[in-house]
């Protein structure tokens, strides 16, 4: 179980033994769980199609923010404008997201969600809706606040952490330039 890291798991049953450790392989599970998988399919059917998780990512960054270039999208999504180009492709395809080339330079592609894309948005953001309201229903509701509460926590950490991350690398290539 090398998921919850070294020395963190009891050598009997495998089980995690600290916080940090139950934490990471919740995280982990919560990812490879095959229920998420029906749930997923089920959210994210389009006709006999099924999006992937960054395919509804850009669709609702779309929704978002109409217009944008592929370039900012690739930005706000974190991945790079190839990753973006290509992802788009099925959306396009699907008749869910336009592209629009600028007038005066052709690499300048701009982004909009068309009317079946706006539907579509609304059923994944209606049912995803509805899936978090049966899941927590499974709690008390003092306990929901405080999952909240901590789940909010956990994201800034993550962000903090990454930014961080990012800070360090980009300062290790301006120093080795």
Not at 93 to 99: K, S, V
């Amino acid at each position: 179980m090398a998921v919850t890291g070294q020395g963190e798991e009891d050598h009997v049953t495998g089980k995690p033994t600290t916080a940090a450790a139950r934490i990471a392989k919740a995280i982990v599970d919560l990812r490879r769980n095959p229920y998420n998988r029906a749930i997923q399919r089920s959210i994210y059917s389009v006709g006999d199609h099924e999006l992937t998780p960054v395919q509804v990512d850009i669709l609702e960054t779309v929704m978002a923010d109409p217009g944008q270039r592929m370039n900012e999208l690739a930005q706000a999504l974190g991945v790079n404008a190839s990753t973006v180009s290509r992802t788009i492709l099925p959306l396009v395809e699907l008749g869910l997201i336009a592209r629009q080339t600028g007038e005066n330079d052709r690499r300048h592609t701009r982004l909009f969600p068309t009317e079946a894309g706006q539907r579509q948005a609304a059923t994944i953001a209606d049912a995803r809706r509805a899936m978090m309201h049966a899941v927590q229903g499974h709690f008390a509701p003092q306990d929901l606040e405080r999952f909240a509460d901590l789940l909010e926590h956990y994201v800034a950490a993550i962000t903090a952490e990454g930014m961080a991350m990012i800070e360090d690398s980009e300062g290790t290539k301006t120093r080795m330039a």
